[in-house]
C-alpha cells in the first residue's frame, strides 16, 4: 500500500512519526463511544498549534474535511469522520502550559487529560471541577467541545462555567484567541459560542480554565430504597427544600446490580434504587445538610441511609458509580446509553415511562440519573448481532427522547448531538432556530469542512426520529 | 414635523397602537444616550410585537436602541444614530414559574426588585446585585451581562441563563438553549446575546435558574492600613476554607463616600475590605472567629455590622452608578477588568496617577473577581481626565487588563473607546454582529471596535 498524496503532504509538515494512514493503523480512530464508524483517510498526531494551522490549510486547499479527536470518549459520535478527510488527534498536546493558583487558573493544550489537570493542582488545595465520569480518559479539549459536565457539575456548573477562554484555529487557519484571562472581556462572548459546538466551529488548541478550590469537608450519602420511585419522589423533595448537594445521582437495582458484581463497592444487591448524595462546604454546613438530607431519605421511606465512613469507603462508592456503564457493558453485548434532560419533579413520572417503554419494546433498561439536575441516563441493552433488537432500541430511545421534549426538556444534557441526535433537533428547534445556527456555524466554518454531518440536521423537515446506531461493540 | 418622522410613527402606530408610540419630547429625551434622544418611544407588547417594530425598522433604516429604565444606556459608545427607542416597560410578564425545579422564564421589561420579591416568596433568588439594582430589568441585566461583587460566589447571568427567545431584526423569534438546568442541544447561541449589549438582537424572553436564598448573612469590616495588608488578607481569606459571598477593598475615598449619608457615616483613613458571609448561626460564628484571627495576624481589626446597615452599603458599592451622579454630576465612572490578583496593584497605581493630577478618586475592588470600579470625582477639565482615563488604561493594561469607560460626559466620550481596543477575534465578532443585525440597524456604532 502506497501514502497518497495528501498523506505525503502531511509527512512533510510534520514527520512521518506524527501522520497515520495505513488501514490497520486508522482503524483505530473510526469510531467513538457511540459505535458509529468511519474511517478517516489519514490521522496526524499535531505536536503545536502551527502544525494544526498547516495541517487545517492543506486540508483546506485540497478540500478535505478535518475532524478534532480527543480521546474519542464521545458518545454521540462527534469525533467520527463522517466524510473521511484527516482526523487530528490530541495525544501530542498535552502539556500544562501554566498553573496560576492566585488566580485560580491553568493554561492547557486540548489533549490534556482532565483528571491530570486535578492531579496537577491537588497538592495545592485544588481541582478542575468539571468532572465526567470518563475523568481518567477525556481529554480537556473534548470537554469544552462538547461542554462536558459530570456529578458534580450539580452544584458547580458544567464546563462552560469553568472556562474563561480559548485559542481557536479557524478552518482557514487563521488564529483567534477568545476570552481573556479574566472575565467579561467586553466584545461578543465567543468562548461561551464555542463550548458546546462539536468542533464545528474551529480547533481549539489552547484552553484558559478555571480552577476550584477543594472544600473543607465532604460527606457521601447511600440511600437505598426498595420502590424504586421513593428515589426521584427524594430527589424533588431535597430541591423543593432548597438544598443543593454537591451530587445527587441515582441508580436503579437493576444497573446496581450489575456495578456490584464488577466493582463489590458495597451496594445492596436487594434494593430497587439507590441515590449517591455528597454534601461539601464548612465542616458546620455539611454537618447540617446531611442530617437535613437523611431525614429527607427517611420521610421519603428510604430503607436504609449509610454514610462513608472513610475516604475509602467513599471512593469506592464512587467507583462504582463512575464505571457503571462498564459494569452493564459486562452482562449485555452491546448497550445504547441515552441522555435526556427533564425537569427534576417529574423524575418519578419520566422512570414510571421508561419503565413502560421497556415492556413495550422486551427490552431491559437501566437507569442511571444525574438526577439532581433531571439528566437521565437510560442504558437500553441489547444485542447487535440481532437486527430485530436494533429496530426496537433504535424505537425506544426515540419514544424516551420525545418524553423528553414534551416535558418541557432537551435531547442531550451533555453527550452532545454529534451525528447521533442531529436528525432529532427539529423536535426542540424550529426552521428559522435552526437556520440562524446554521449561519451563525458559516461565520466560523463557511464551506462545512470541520466536522462535518455533526451538530445539524440534513433537512429542516420537522420530526422523524432517526437515531443512528449501527452494530458493533460497544465501548 | 418632517415626513419622515412621521412615516416612521405612522408605521409603528399601526403595529403597536397609538398609545404605545410616544414622541413627546420629555419622554424622549428620558432615553436619550450620550446626548442624542430617539425621534420616538414604542413600547411592544409582546414577542410579536417586537419583532415587527424591528423589521419595519430596518426597513426603513431606522436605528433602535432597546432599553427598559435606562440604568445601564450610559455605558458603551456614542451612537452613531438614534431614532427609535424601543422600551420593553410593558413586556413584565411570568410566563413559567416551578419553584421546586428553580426555575423561571420571564420577560425582560420586569425589573429586578420585582422579580426578587416575586421569587423570594418561595425562599428563592437570582443571586446577582448588578448596577441599576431594583430598578434594573431583567432584559438589561442579561443584555450587559451585569454583576456585582456577588460574582464572586454565585456567578455572572452567564452562568444562570438557561435559554431565551431573540427577536430579530429579520422579524423572526429565534429560540436558545431552553427550560431546563442541563442542556447541550444546538449551539449555545444565549452566550452571543449574553453581554451584547442590544447590539445583535432583542431578548425577548429568559429562563433562569434560581438559587436558594442562603439562612443567614452576615458583613464584616477590616480596616487594613495599607494595600499591601489588604492583598495579604486577600490571599488569606481566599485561600482560607471560607466562601465569602461577596468581598470589596475599597479605598478610604470610596469609603467615605459610599458611608456618607447612611447610620455608618464616618472619616475613613485606611482602606477597609468589606465581606458578606452566609450561613446558619453556627457557620457565622465559625465566620467571625476566622476572620477575627486571620485579621489579628495582619494586624487589623474586625467589626461585625448589623444587617439592615450592612444591606444598604452593600447596594451602595454595587450600584454606583445610580446614586453617584447625582452627588457629583460629572463623576467619570471607569470599570477594570484583571487578573484578581493585581487588584491591589492596580489600585494603587491608579492612585497614585489620580494624586498626580491632583484628581479625587475612589476605588472598589471587587476581590476573588477581578473588577475594579475607578469614580473620578472632581470637575476637572475635559483634557486632563481624557489623559487620566488613557494613563488608567495604560495601567490596566499594563497588568493584563482592561477598562472599560461606564459613564463620563458625553464631550468626551468622541475622544476616548468606551471599550478600549479588541482583540484578534474581533473579526469573527463583526461578522455574527452582520449575521444578526446587516443593516447596522440595532444600537449602531455603541459597542465594540471603534475605529
Ligand atoms: C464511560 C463514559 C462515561 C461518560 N460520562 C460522561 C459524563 O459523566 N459527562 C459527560 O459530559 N460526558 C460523559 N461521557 C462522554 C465523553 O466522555 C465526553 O463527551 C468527553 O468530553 C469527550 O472527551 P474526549 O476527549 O473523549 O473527546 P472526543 O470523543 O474525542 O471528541 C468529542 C468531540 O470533541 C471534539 N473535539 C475534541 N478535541 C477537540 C479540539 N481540540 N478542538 C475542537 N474540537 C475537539 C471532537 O471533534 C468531537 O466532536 C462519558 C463517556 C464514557 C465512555
Known sequence: MKPRPLVRELTRLLGPDAVLWRTEDVMLYEYDGLSVTAPPEAVVLPSTTEHVVGIVKLAAREGVPVVARGAGTGLSGGSVAMEGGIVIGFARMKRIIEIDIENLRARVQPGVVNMDLTLAVGDQGCYFAPDPSSQKACTIGGNVAENAGGPHTL??????????????????????????????????????????????????????????????????????YDDVLDAPRTVAAI???????????????????????????????????????????????????????????????????????????????????KNAFGALGRISPNYYVQDGVIPRTRLPEMLGFIGQVGQKYQLRIGNIFHAGDGNLHP???????????????????????????EMGGSLTGEHGVGIEKRDLMPLIFSADDLEMMQKLKAVFNPRGTLNPAKLLPTTKMCGEIRVQISTGGVL | MNTAVETMQREFVAIVGASHVVSEPAACSALSVDGKAPQCVVYPASAADVTAVLRCAAELGLAVIPCRNGTKLGTGNPPRRYDVALSLKDMNRVWHYEPDDLTVTVEPGMKFGDFQHFVGRQGLWLPLDPPGGARASLGGIVATNAT??????????????????????????????????????????????IGSYGTLGVIVETSFKLFPLPAGRETFVMPTGTLSIARDLRRRILHSPLTPLRMVLLNPSAAELTLAGTPLERPVKEPEIWLEMAGSPRVLERCHGELEGLAKAAGAPLQRLASADAENVWTGISDLQSWLPGRSPGVVILRALLPDAASEELLSRAEQEAENDKALLAGFAQLGVGVLHFCLLSEAATPAVLGLIRRLRGAAESLGGVLIVERCHWDIKDRVDAWGSPGDDFAVMKKVKETWDPKGTLSPGRFLGRA
Open chain 1, 379 to 405: 442504558l437500553l441493552m441489547f444485542d447487535a448481532r440481532d437486527k430485530d433488537q436494533t429496530v426496537r432500541v433504535t424505537k425506544a430511545a426515540g419514544e424516551i427522547m420525545a418524553k423528553c421534549v
Open chain 1, 239 to 321: 430541591t423543593a427544600r432548597r438544598i443543593t448537594p454537591a451530587a445527587l445521582e441515582m441508580m436503579d437495582g437493576f444497573t446496581l446490580r450489575a456495578v456490584e458484581a464488577a466493582f463489590h463497592a458495597g451496594f445492596p444487591m436487594d434494593s430497587a434504587a439507590v441515590l449517591l448524595i455528597e454534601v461539601e462546604g464548612l465542616r458546620e454546613t455539611v454537618e447540617d445538610d446531611a442530617d437535613q438530607i437523611e431525614a429527607i431519605c427517611q420521610e421519603n421511606h428510604a430503607r436504609e441511609v449509610r454514610r462513608a465512613k472513610s475516604a475509602e469507603e467513599r471512593d469506592l462508592l464512587w467507583r462504582g458509580r
Open chain 1, 155 to 224: 452544584a458547580y456548573g458544567v464546563t462552560t462555567n469553568h472556562i474563561l477562554g480559548l485559542e481557536v484555529v479557524l478552518p482557514d487557519g487563521e488564529i483567534i484567541h477568545t476570552g481573556a484571562r479574566f472575565w467579561d472581556r467586553p466584545g461578543y462572548d465567543l468562548t461561551g459560542f464555542v463550548v458546546g459546538s462539536e468542533g464545528t466551529l474551529g480547533i481549539v488548541t489552547e484552553i484558559t480554565a478555571r480552577l476550584s478550590r477543594k472544600p473543607e469537608a465532604v460527606k457521601t450519602l447511600l440511600a437505598i
Open chain 2, 148 to 193: 456585582g461583587p456577588l460574582r464572586l460566589y454565585y456567578g455572572a447571568p452567564r452562568d444562570m441563563v438557561l435559554g431565551m427567545k431573540i427577536a430579530t431584526v429579520e422579524g423572526k423569534v429565534v429560540k436558545a438553549g431552553g427550560r431546563v438546568v442541563k442542556n447541550v442541544a444546538g449551539y449555545d447561541i444565549a452566550k452571543l446575546l
